[in-house]
């Protein structure tokens, strides 16, 4: 059966800023420069989640795309959507919440959701020149 890739395109907002507590502020600017305001900054993240796999052949599916709709909205959206990354989100309380990091803490969050014969990969813009994608590795 063949492999193929279906995509859901999501959006969420959030602020954040980075920065490591154990640093100097002079050592927190010149790493992390206008990122690293304390008062924080924010951005409006775009997201494509990734799965290829076998197409079912009763249903036609890789993956049911309404399925994976509430899959975002439940695991990404409600948790991540206007909130301070670094104040309101558990998994960043002691993770500076760059892009990449971002990144994996979504993997990780659909991944438990996501059969294991499926691969997943999780693009996330964080401007519309800046992005990253983590797949697991």
Same mark, same amino acid.
């Given at each position: 059966?063949?492999? @193929?890739? @279906? ?77 301070? &990354? ?17 990144? @994996? @803490?979504?993997?990780?969050? &659909? ?27």
């Amino acid at each position: 059966m063949p492999r @193929v890739t @279906v995509h859901r395109k999501a959006h969420f907002n959030a602020a954040h800023r980075l920065f490591r507590p154990d640093w100097s502020d002079e050592k927190n600017f010149k790493v992390f420069g206008k990122c690293n305001n304390p008062n924080y900054h924010g951005h409006n993240y775009e997201l494509i989640v990734s799965i290829t796999g076998e197409i079912n052949p009763k249903t036609g599916y890789v993956y049911d795309l309404g399925k994976l709709r509430e899959l975002i909205k439940t695991e990404v959206e409600e948790e991540l959507d206007h909130k301070n &990354l670094n104040l309101d989100v558990k998994e960043f309380e002691n993770l500076n919440p760059t892009a990449e990091n971002i990144c @994996v @803490v979504i993997y990780e969050k &659909l991944r438990l959701h996501i059969s294991k014969e499926m691969d997943l990969k999780i693009t996330l813009y964080e401007t519309p020149r800046n992005f990253v994608s983590y797949s697991g590795e």
